[in-house]
């Protein structure tokens, strides 16, 4: 349940007017739009498909995943598997950062702020249910919108790549995720087949 649906509504809001300002465009609908606004829209619409009545903060923290995520670039760290994950640490970081920033503004109380930053940040993976449930989310969301992008874009993924590489997001899910795969969203038709030998 939703508190302050004023307060809930300034706080979306003050999210895609900054995410409004990425300079990456994708085209949806015939239009050009933000991509990290688009991808925030896409979370959302998610969350509330796959749960009934998610709770304000899960809500809050859904919209705001990658909150001006093109700032914290990857090129600005080693192209390493060390240096990846010292770029996602610090993409969290400015994502909890950037969120406490605007929750403050809006009026929010230091226990929502600190729970959707803890959220955000994906503490307690596989221990805590809303942050399993927001990863879950972002797996479906990635699947359905980004994959075959993201393959396109590494032309010298073979099957064996890329299976590894959904291998590695699947171990992340729920049960009820893995399922939602193939009863929820719409897979590329191309893609389908390698999905289902990773389901397998």
Known sequence: MIV?????????????????????????DRKEQPKE????????????SYVLNPSETLQLAARCQHIQRWKIKRINFPMTKSGYYQWRRNLRDFHAKTANTV?????????????????????????????????DVVVLVFLENYLEEFIHSHGNFDETKIMDILSKSL???????????????????SLLPVIKKVLD
């Open 4 to 28: 302050n649906q004023d307060r809930f509504n300034c706080a979306i809001s003050l999210f895609d007017k900054l995410n409004s300002k990425d300079p990456n465009r994708e085209i949806f």
């Open 37 to 48: 606004l688009l991808y925030a829209e896409r979370i959302s619409t998610m969350l509330k």
């Open 103 to 135: 929750l403050r503004e809006v009026g929010y109380e230091k226990d929502i702020i600190d729970r959707v930053c803890s959220l955000v940040k994906k503490e307690g993976l596989q221990s805590d249910n809303e942050v399993q449930t927001l990863e």
């Open 171 to 189: 171990r992340k899910m729920t049960t009820k995720g893995r399922q939602a795969i193939l009863t929820m969203i719409k897979i590329p038709p």
